[in-house]
């Protein structure tokens, strides 16, 4: 119906927090979630925390070869966590949205409260964005993806410590509180609805949050890898039963540059050494059983040949005191240049890998030569070396 000249029309205005009337946007919803959301970042921070100092290692922090699957288990629960982040994160904003049409400011408390909420939000929406384009190997952005994830997630963890610090009375009333209203039943029903539909939302956030892990952890849990619908990788898909990243087409290693001219230098104290096909097959050979496991969060056990780094390392001069320089033959690529720290270099269980399975290496998985050490990320597994260099503790 038309309004005459004469009715008032209706003023827009931004709606308040009484504008809201679900029972979903309540502070025991909110609670709820919130702990399972903190307990996620947690988790993801600390193992990202361990996943970067792998990279980067750091003196303070000596992260050595044991246990050999250590590495396999924090990174696959990195991933795990912070995709289970995504379903938690948007079901909490959607329980609290309403306070977001709130009074800008009230008092010191409620400032710290809103910053706190826009820099965790904002970390973590930045976190998620960039870890799928991580695993999706897609880079449009021109910063270095390891150094700007580290340092988003101190902000993230720093928001949600400022945010629980400051909510902490609020948090602790409403996980007391029951999820029913404690008023009579309705006369229609016989039930508390409104109690009903909180249960039935956590619970139906639970099982989305779950369902999302159970479609994902098949890439590094072996007897779930057939419901890795959600997983870039299965542990059991690529050559010789392997998944790869990087191809040897994708980093410019050809046949010709691995075939019979091939030659893997020793460079070290007491001079250089040259070693072909034929010069490591003569080496004594050992096998090992040793995960190899990515950042993105896959990772699969297998049986590696080869010749022990610290054999080769002690026929130029090296000890179990040594660093390693790795060099691939590929053309260019942030981790083409590696360095093998000294705990994992004298493992006896790291070798220069020619064989895996029983086979020789496929070519994808770094033939001729490839680096294997344990509790080590799979960016640093060097492929196609070609080169390695024992550097001592007075040139380190």
């Known amino acids: 119906m038309a309004l005459s000249p004469t009715t008032p029309r209706p003023r827009l205005r931004l709606p308040t927090e009484t504008d809201f009337h679900s029972p979903l946007h309540d502070d025991r919803v909110v609670a709820r979630i919130g702990v399972w959301l903190g307990a996620c970042l947690s988790l993801c921070f600390l193992t990202g925390l361990v996943s970067h100092y792998q990279q980067h290692p750091v003196g303070w922090l000596p992260l050595g070869p044991d246990p050999a699957w250590g590495y396999r288990v924090t990174q696959g629960l990195h991933i795990l966590t912070g995709t289970a982040i995504l379903p938690l994160l948007l079901a909490k904003l959607y329980s609290v949205y309403p306070r977001l049409f709130a009074p ?77 209203d404690g008023h009579a039943p309705t006369p229609r029903s016989g039930r508390d609805l409104d109690g009903a539909t909180r249960r039935g939302f956590l619970f139906a956030v639970a099982t989305a949050t779950g369902g999302i892990v159970l479609l994902t952890a098949g890439q590094t849990f072996y007897p779930l890898r057939r419901l890795a ?106 981790y083409r240049v590696t360095t093998l720290p000294a705990a994992f270099a004298a493992d006896p269980r790291t070798l220069l890998a020619t064989g895996l399975k029983g086979e020789a290496l496929h070519l994808d998985h770094g033939y001729p030569a490839r680096l294997i050490a344990p509790n080590r990320p799979g960016v640093l597994q060097t492929k196609w070396i070609h080169r390695l260099t024992v550097i001592t503790q007075g040139t380190a």
């Open 104 to 180: 800008a400011v009230r008092s010191l408390g409620y400032l710290l409260e809103k910053l706190s909420i826009a820099v965790l939000i904002a970390s973590t929406s930045f976190q998620l964005i960039t870890g799928l384009m991580n695993i999706a190997q897609w880079y449009p952005w021109g910063f270095g993806f390891t150094g700007a994830h580290h340092a988003v997630a101190w902000l993230a963890i720093g928001g949600l410590l400022v945010h629980i610090a400051v909510k902490l009375p609020i948090i602790r009333r409403a996980l007391t509180a029951p999820l029913r």
């Open 229 to 334: 619908l959600l997983a870039p990788r299965r542990p059991d898909v690529g050559p010789q039963g392997l998944p790869i990243n990087r191809t040897a087409l994708a980093a410019g290693v050809t046949a010709g540059l691995t075939g019979a001219a091939w030659r893997l230098e020793l460079n070290g104290p007491t001079g250089t050494r040259s070693l072909s096909h034929a010069d490591l097959a003569a080496m004594s050979q050992h096998r090992v059983e040793l995960p190899i496991a990515c950042v993105e969060g896959w990772s699969a056990q297998a049986a590696w040949t080869g010749v022990r780094i610290r054999d080769l390392m002690r026929s130029v001069g090296g000890d179990d005191r040594s660093a390693v320089r790795v060099e691939s033959l590929e053309r260019s690529g942030g």
